[in-house]
C-alpha cells in the first residue's frame, strides 16, 4: 500500500484515503467545440501509459478532498514528488529520476 | 512421560509434570504442555501421519517448522472450528485438541488410493495438460468425480467460521522479523537507542534456531540464559512492541508489512472475547529482516518415507521438546549441522548408527568428536536405497566413486542438504537477489527498500557475524564473545549423485506435491526450458508450502539438464503470503453486517414497521412495496400504482443525491456541467437537467432548484452522488479553479416525501406555512421555500409519476414526524404509501427514463429521446464536442422507444434481444434489447422500454422478442404510454 504525500495536508497518508484519477497535465482545450475529430480523440482517448516516469493526478478523496498531481516510477512505485493542481509540471532531475529507479537486477 | 521411551529424561525445555490430551485419527494421546502437535505424535512413536496429494505415499513429519510439506492436518475444536491443512509442525497441542490426517480411505495405515503409487508412471510430469484434453464427456464422468477426488489434501469445513478475528494498524521506526541471535540483537540495539521498535517471531518462543544451540555460549551465558535475559530487557522496555506466533507474511510498497498474529489457536478454552487471528498492518520507517535459513531434504531414491526427516528438526525435537524420533538413527548430510544432531542424540544415548557425508573432507574437529563418541563414519558416501512401508526400516549406501553397497538397519532417518536462506521477504519487498556459488545459494544484494538482511538469512553464517550485522544495522556495532557456534559449512543442491538412479523409485523435490526429481528432468526434456514453466508442468513449489524446501532443488536439476548455471536458469518469483493466512484474517471485520455499509433512511424504521419489503439499491435499503394481508408483490404493486394515480401516494425518495452548488459563477458552473442552459431559469423554478461525459453519453440526470440568483439545489440519481459530485469536483478544482462556485454533498442532511396523486395538495396543505400551494401560485416545476409541521423545508412541485407531486424536502431528523403527520391525515382520505417498484412501473408508464436502466453509457441524450435538454445555443457544456462525434450522429444508432406486445398479457423479459425477422437463421442479427418492462395495472397491459437501431423512425412497425420456447410479437410505439398529452401533471 503507498505512501502519498498530499500537498495540500503536507503529510504522508496511507493510500486507503486517495483515489487514482489518471494522467496528469491533459488540459481541456479552451475551444473544445470547435476542435477537429483527431483533436478530441487526442485530448480524450489517448494516454501515454507508460513504463518508467508517470505524472499522474490523485484525488484526496477521503481526506481533505483535493485533486493534485505526482511524479511517480510506475515501476518501482516511489514518489519524486506530489504538487498542487494548475502548477507547472516539474523538471525531474537526473539525480531525482535515478533515486527511484527499481533496482537492478543484482546477478548477471 | 509414562510409558514413553521417546521422551529423554532432562532433555528439553517441558515441564513433566504438565499433560494434556489430544487425539489422532480417533485415538486419545497424551503430550505435555508447549508441545506442538508434531513433537506429541513423535513423542507416542508416530511418524506416519498423512498420505501424499497425487500417489498417497505414507509421509512422515519432515521438519520442526512452518517449511512443513508432509504433515498437514485437519484440526478441529468443534464442526464449525475445523482447519484443513494444518502443519503438525506449527500448530500447538491444548487439551481436547482433535487431529485427523488427510487425503487417506478408508484409514491411514490402509488407503485404497495408494494404488495411485504403483501407477505413477502413468501420472508424469505433465500428467494435466496431457489428460485433461478430450474426450468432453469425460470431464463429467471420470476427470471431476474420480480424478479430482483421488488428489488433494484437507476437506473445507461445512460450517460458517464462529470466530472473530481482529485488525490492526501499528507504526514503528524499526521492524524486525524473526527472533534468533540476529534479530533478538538488532531489536535491543534498535530499542536501547530509543526508536519505536517491533520484534515478530513466527514460532511460540522468541530464539530462533538458538533454541536448540545447547553448546553455545555468549558473552559467558548459555545461549537459552542469553536469550532469556535479552527477551527480559526487551519487555522492560516501554517503546517495544513483542509480538510471538505471528509471522510476517506480506512485504509491500513503501515499507508495508503484514503480520498476522495466531491469538488463540493454541489455547484449550479461549476467553470467548479474544479474536482467533490478529492482523497487523505495519507501516516502519526501517525493516530489519532476521528471518533465518530453512533446510533442505537430500534428493535419493524413495527419500519420503516416514521417519525419514530433517537434522535441524530432529535436533529441535530433542533439545526443545525432549524427544527422540528413533533409537537406531542414520545420518545423512552433506552439511556440518547434521553432526551437531548426530552429537546430540548420541550424548542423549540414542544410538546413531552412521553419518553418511557426501564430502570427503570434512572438519577435523567434527571427525574427533565423533570418534571420541564412536559413530561410525562414512565420507564421500551416498544414500542409494530405504526400505520400510509405513516407516523407513534400512538405508543401503556405497561410496560415491562406486564399490561396495552396505545396508543398515534403522528406525529413522535424519538428514540435510544444506540451507537455504529465506530470502521470501526481501524478494516481496523487490530486492533483487545473487547467486552464492561457492555456497550453492541466492542470497540478498540490491535493496528496493529501506530494508536490511542480517544473519543467516543474508547468508551470513558464523554467529559472531550475524550479531556484527545485526547490531550494526540497527544503529551500532556491538560484538558479543561467542564459544562453540554452530557451523553451517556444506551444501548439496539437486541430484547429482543420483542422476542415473532406478527410474522405478522415487527421489522427491517436492514432498507436498508428489515432484520427483526425474518429472522435473522430464519436464525439460519435453521443452519446458523457462524455470517458470518447469514449475508450474510439474506443480514443483505450487503447494501450500510454497516449495520452502524443494525450489533449490527443482532449479538445480533444471539447470543441469539444461546444461546451464543456475543464475542463467534464475529463480521463479516469492509472493505473498510467506505461509498460508487464514481467509478470516484477512476478510477480517469485513463479514456480516459490516462486509458492506447499509444505509438507512429516516423514514426506513416507519417503512419496517408498517410491513414494507424492502430491496438494495447501492448501499440503500429502499422499501420496495408494502403489501396488506394476503397481498403478493403484483397485488400490491397494482394497488399501489392504482390509488396512487386514482387518490395520492406517498413515497419516501431520500435516497436521491443531493448537491448545494452555491456562488456567484453558479449558473455558469451549472451551464458547464449540464446540457441544458440554465441562465433564464428564475428562482423558484427547477429544471430537468441531463449530464453528459465529455464523450457525450449521458452520465447522470435530476431535477435542478435554483433557489437563489447563486443557489442551486441539485438532485441526482440514487446510485450517482458521489461520481457525480466527483465530476464536479474535479471540473472545479482542476479545468476552472478560479470560478467562484462551492460544492456541498446534502444527500444525508435532507429527507425527501414525494406525494403524487390528484389530492396531494389537499393531503398537505393543512401542515405548509408561508407558502401559496394554488397552481397558478406555485405551478408544475417550481421551487418555495416555508415550514411545514413548523419545520423549515424546501417544497418542490415536481412529479415523477405523472401526477400532481410534491417532493417535501426536511432536515433528515424531521422525516419521520412530518411523514406520519401526513400519513395520519391523508390515510382516511386514500392516501397509500408505495415502493420503489410502484415508483418504477409509474415513471415507466410516463416514459420517465432511469439512467443505468434505460441508459447504459453508450446512450446520448438524442438517443433517450431527450435531445429537447441540450442547449443548441450554448457554446460549450461537457459532452459538447463528443456528442458531435461521427458515430454519435451516424444513422442506426439504438434509439429508445415504448413496446406493447401483442397480446397485452405478456410482460417480456428485462435484457430481452429483439431482432426484426424471427424466420432467419440462428445467430440472428440483434437490434436492440428490453431495458424497462412491467405490468401497468392502470392501462391493462404490459408496457416496456427498449433501446433499438433507429427505434425513432419505427414508430408502428412489428418486431420480435425470442425466447427460448415462444416468439413474442411487438408493436414499437411513443415511450408515453399513459396521458400523452400530460394534463394531469399540472392539475
Known amino acids: 500500500m503507498l505512501l502519498i504525500h498530499c500537498p495540500y495536508c503536507k503529510e504522508d497518508r496511507p493510500e486507503l484515503e486517495f483515489h487514482g484519477a489518471g494522467e496528469a497535465h491533459i488540459a481541456r482545450p479552451e475551444n473544445i467545440a470547435d476542435i477537429s475529430d483527431a483533436e478530441f480523440e487526442k485530448f480524450f482517448f489517448i494516454r501515454e501509459n507508460q513504463k518508467g516516469l508517470v505524472f499522474e493526478r490523485w484525488r484526496h478523496l477521503n481526506g481533505c478532498g483535493r485533486f493534485f498531481n505526482a511524479a511517480r516510477h510506475s515501476v518501482s512505485d516511489k514518489f519524486i514528488c506530489t504538487y498542487k493542481a494548475g502548477e507547472a509540471k516539474p523538471e525531474i532531475t537526473e539525480e531525482q529520476l535515478a533515486s527511484v529507479l527499481p533496482p537492478a537486477r543484482g546477478d548477471k | ?987
Open chain 2, 1 to 987: 512421560m509414562m510409558g514413553s521411551s521417546n521422551r529423554i529424561p532432562g532433555k528439553g525445555n517441558l515441564s513433566p509434570a504438565k499433560t494434556v490430551s489430544f487425539t489422532f485419527d480417533g485415538r486419545t494421546l497424551t503430550a505435555l504442555e508447549g508441545d506442538t502437535l508434531a513433537s506429541a505424535l513423535l513423542a507416542n512413536g508416530i511418524h506416519l501421519t498423512g498420505r501424499s496429494f497425487k500417489y498417497h505415499r505414507p509421509r512422515g513429519i519432515l521438519t520442526s517448522g512452518p517449511e512443513e510439506p508432509n504433515a498437514v492436518m485437519d484440526i478441529s475444536r468443534d464442526k464449525a472450528r475445523t482447519q484443513p491443512n494444518v502443519r503438525a509442525s506449527v500448530q500447538e497441542v491444548f487439551d481436547g485438541l482433535n487431529a485427523k490426517s488427510q487425503n487417506r480411505w478408508p484409514s491411514l495405515e490402509f488407503d485404497i488410493g495408494s494404488i495411485n503409487n504403483s501407477m505413477s508412471r502413468f501420472f508424469p510430469a505433465g500428467f494435466y495438460y496431457k489428460t485433461f484434453k478430450w474426450p468432453q464427456s469425460a470431464w463429467d464422468k471420470i476427470y471431476e468425480p474420480v480424478i479430482q477426488k483421488a488428489a488433494g489434501l484437507g476437506v473445507a469445513p461445512e460450517e460458517a467460521d464462529p470466530d472473530s478475528y481482529a485488525n490492526q494498524f501499528a507504526h514503528c521506526q524499526v521492524l524486525v522479523v524473526g527472533s534468533g541471535a540476529a534479530g533478538l540483537t538488532a531489536a535491543m540495539v534498535a530499542a536501547k537507542s530509543g526508536k519505536r521498535v517491533i520484534l515478530c517471531d513466527e514460532r511460540p518462543e522468541f530464539g530462533g534456531s538458538l533454541l536448540s544451540e545447547t553448546q553455545t555460549t555468549i558473552d559467558g551465558l548459555k545461549a537459552t540464559e542469553w536469550i532469556a535475559q535479552t527477551l527480559e530487557e526487551l519487555h522492560s522496555l516501554s517503546n517495544v512492541i513483542l509480538l510471538k506466533r505471528t509471522t510476517a507474511f506480506g512485504y509491500y510498497a513503501h515499507n508495508m508489512i503484514t503480520l498476522n498474529e495466531r491469538v488463540s489457536d493454541h489455547l484449550a478454552a479461549p476467553h470467548p472475547d479474544l479474536p482467533r487471528e490478529r492482523l497487523w498492518q505495519v507501516r516502519a520507517d526501517q525493516v530489519i529482516l532476521a528471518t533465518g535459513a530453512i533446510e533442505r531434504q537430500i534428493v535419493f531414491p524413495d527419500n519420503d518415507r516416514p521417519a525419514i526427516m530433517l537434522a535441524s528438526a530432529a535436533r529441535d525435537y530433542l533439545n526443545q521438546h525432549g524427544v527422540t524420533p528413533g533409537h537406531n538413527i542414520g545420518v545423512y548430510t552433506a552439511c556440518d549441522s547434521a553432526w551437531s544432531a548426530a552429537f546430540d542424540l548420541k550424548e542423549a544415548g540414542i544410538e546413531i548408527v552412521a553419518i553418511i557425508d557426501t564430502r570427503e573432507d570434512i572438519d577435523a574437529e567434527l571427525l574427533g568428536r565423533a570418534n571420541d563418541l564412536e559413530i561410525k563414519i562414512l565420507k564421500a558416501h551416498k544414500v542409494t536405497a530405504t526400505t520400510g512401508y509405513l516407516r523407513v526400516k534400512s538405508v543401503s549406501v556405497e561410496p560415491l566413486s562406486g564399490g561396495a553397497r552396505q545396508k543398515f538397519e534403522i528406525d529413522c532417518l535424519i538428514m540435510s542438504g544444506g540451507w537455504t536462506p529465506s530470502v521470501h521477504l526481501f524478494s516481496q519487498s523487490r530486492g533483487k537477489l545473487k547467486f552464492d556459488e561457492a555456497n550453492g545459494r541466492f542470497i540478498p544484494d540490491v535493496y528496493a527498500q529501506n530494508c536490511i538482511c542480517v544473519g543467516s538469512c543474508n547468508g551470513t553464517d558464523e554467529l559472531s557475524d550475524a550479531i556484527i550485522e545485526a547490531s550494526t544495522a540497527a544503529g551500532e556495532k556491538h560484538q558479543l564473545d561467542i564459544e562453540y557456534a554452530p557451523s553451517m559449512d556444506g551444501h548439496l543442491i539437486g541430484s547429482p549423485h543420483n542422476i542415473d538412479s532406478n527410474r522405478h523409485s522415487a527421489s522427491f523435490v517436492d514432498f507436498q506435491n508428489d515432484v520427483k526429481a526425474s518429472d522435473i528432468r522430464l519436464a525439460v526434456q519435453e521443452g519446458m526450458h523457462s524455470i517458470e514453466h518447469v514449475k508450474r508442468y510439474t506443480t514443483t513449489g505450487m503447494a501450500s508450502d510454497q516449495g520452502k524446501m524443494s525450489n533449490m532443488h527443482g532449479l538445480s536439476i533444471a539447470a543441469q539438464v539444461l546444461n546451464k548455471d543456475i543464475p542463467e536458469v534464475g529463480l521463479t518469483t516469492f509472493r505473498a503470503p510467506y505461509t498460508p493466512v487464514s481467509f478470516g484474517s484477512i476478510a477480517n471485520h469485513s463479514r456480516g453486517e459490516l462486509f458492506d455499509p447499509t444505509r438507512r433512511t429516516a423514514i426506513h424504521s416507519w417503512a419496517a414497521e408498517n410491513g414494507a419489503v424492502f430491496e438494495d439499491v447501492g448501499n440503500w435499503k429502499r422499501a420496495w412495496y408494502f403489501p396488506k394481508a394476503g397481498e403478493d408483490m403484483h397485488a400490491a404493486v397494482n394497488r399501489e400504482c392504482r390509488t396512487t394515480r386514482d387518490i395520492a401516494g406517498i413515497f419516501d425518495a431520500s435516497t436521491l443525491g443531493k448537491i448545494e452548488a452555491v456562488g456567484p459563477d453558479a449558473v455558469k458552473f451549472m451551464n458547464l456541467m449540464y446540457t441544458n442552459p440554465w441562465d433564464k431559469l428564475g428562482v423558484g423554478r427547477c429544471r430537468y437537467g441531463i449530464m453528459c461525459r465529455e464523450d457525450g453519453y449521458i452520465y447522470d440526470d435530476g431535477v435542478i432548484a435554483r433557489l437563489a440568483e447563486d443557489r442551486f439545489h441539485i438532485t441526482t440519481t440514487t446510485g450517482g452522488a458521489p461520481r457525480v459530485l466527483n465530476m464536479m469536483e474535479d471540473y472545479l478544482q482542476t479545468e476552472f479553479p478560479d470560478w467562484k462556485v462551492w460544492l456541498t454533498s446534502t444527500s444525508e442532511q435532507w429527507a425527501v416525501i414525494a406525494v403524487n396523486g390528484p389530492k396531494a395538495r389537499q393531503i398537505i396543505e393543512p401542515f405548509v406555512e408561508d407558502i401559496d400551494l394554488e397552481p397558478e401560485a406555485m405551478p408544475h416545476m417550481s421551487v418555495r421555500e416555508g415550514k411545514i409541521c413548523g419545520i423549515p423545508c424546501r417544497l418542490m412541485r415536481v412529479s415523477f409519476t405523472g401526477e400532481v407531486g410534491f417532493e417535501i424536502n426536511i432536515p433528515a431528523d424531521y422525516g419521520r414526524s412530518v411523514w406520519e403527520a401526513i400519513y395520519a391525515h391523508g390515510h382516511p382520505m386514500g392516501l397509500v404509501p408505495y415502493g420503489t417498484e410502484a415508483m418504477h412501473v409509474m415513471r415507466a408508464e410516463k416514459g420517465y427514463i432511469i439512467v443505468g436502466q434505460d441508459t447504459d453509457g453508450t446512450v446520448t441524450p438524442q438517443d433517450a429521446g431527450v435531445g429537447w435538454a441540450i442547449g443548441r445555443k450554448k457554446t460549450d457544456f461537457v459532452g459538447i464536442r463528443g456528442l458531435k462525434r461521427p458515430d454519435l450522429i451516424a444513422e442506426g444508432r439504438r434509439q429508445l422507444v415504448g413496446l406493447k406486445t401483442k397480446n397485452p398479457k405478456t410482460v417480456l423479459e428485462e435484457g430481452a434481444q429483439i431482432v426484426d425477422d424471427p424466420n432467419q437463421s440462428v445467430p440472428m442479427k440483434m437490434i436492440g434489447f428490453v431495458t424497462s418492462s412491467y405490468w401497468s395495472e392502470v392501462l391493462g397491459q404490459s408496457i416496456a422500454l427498449a433501446v433499438v437501431e433507429n427505434g425513432h423512425s419505427r414508430l408502428g412497425e412489428t418486431l420480435y422478442v425470442p425466447m427460448e420456447n415462444e416468439t413474442f410479437e411487438v408493436e414499437v410505439t411513443s415511450t408515453v404510454f399513459y396521458d400523452p398529452a400530460g394534463e394531469r401533471i399540472n392539475g
